[in-house]
C-alpha cells in the first residue's frame, strides 16, 4: 500500500504527516517553513515529498467557518489543492475539516509535557497528524 500525506497548510508554515508503508498510522514528518504567502515554495516541496515518498494521495486540512461557510483560509487551501493537481493530476487530494485540529494537537502535546517552546515548535506537524488520521478514520482505517 502506497504511503499518505497529510498537511496542515498555514501563511507562513505547513505542517506534514506520513503514513506508515501500509498506510494505516500517521507520523509526524515536520513543519515546512516558508515566506508568508509563498504558497509556490510550500507546493514544490510537497511535490517533492511526492517523488520521494511515491504519494499519489493527500489529506488537505481546509479550515471552515463555525456556520460551515468557506473561509477567506479554506479558499487559500482550495487553490492550493488545484495548483498541485496543475503540477501532478495523478495526486488524489481529500479536504478534511481541520477544526480544532490545533487545538487537539496542542492536547495531546501537554499531555507528552512539553514546554510551550517545543509545542509551538511542532504545533502544525502534529495538527497535520490530527488531519491524517481523521482522513485514516473516514477510509475505515484503510
Do not use: W
Not at 63 to 74: K, M, T, V
Amino acid at each position: 500500500m502506497k504511503r499518505i500525506l497529510g498537511l496542515d497548510l498555514g501563511t507562513k508554515t505547513l505542517g506534514i504527516a506520513l503514513t506508515d508503508e501500509l498506510g494505516l498510522a500517521a507520523h509526524g514528518y515536520e513543519t515546512f517553513r516558508f515566506e508568508e504567502f509563498n504558497y509556490k515554495k510550500a507546493r514544490e516541496h510537497v511535490i517533492e515529498l511526492c517523488n520521494k515518498f511515491d504519494i499519489e494521495e493527500i489529506a488537505l486540512g481546509i479550515p471552515y467557518y463555525a456556520s460551515g461557510d468557506i473561509s477567506p483560509r479554506a479558499e487559500s487551501c482550495l487553490r492550493f489543492k488545484d495548483d498541485l493537481l496543475k503540477l501532478n493530476s495523478n495526486l488524489k487530494i481529500s479536504m478534511i475539516d481541520e477544526s480544532y485540529s490545533t487545538i487537539e494537537a496542542d492536547e495531546m502535546l501537554k499531555e507528552q509535557n512539553l514546554s510551550y517552546n517545543k509545542r509551538k515548535e511542532i504545533i502544525d506537524e502534529m495538527a497535520s497528524v490530527v488531519i491524517l488520521n481523521r482522513y485514516l478514520s473516514s477510509k475505515g482505517g484503510k
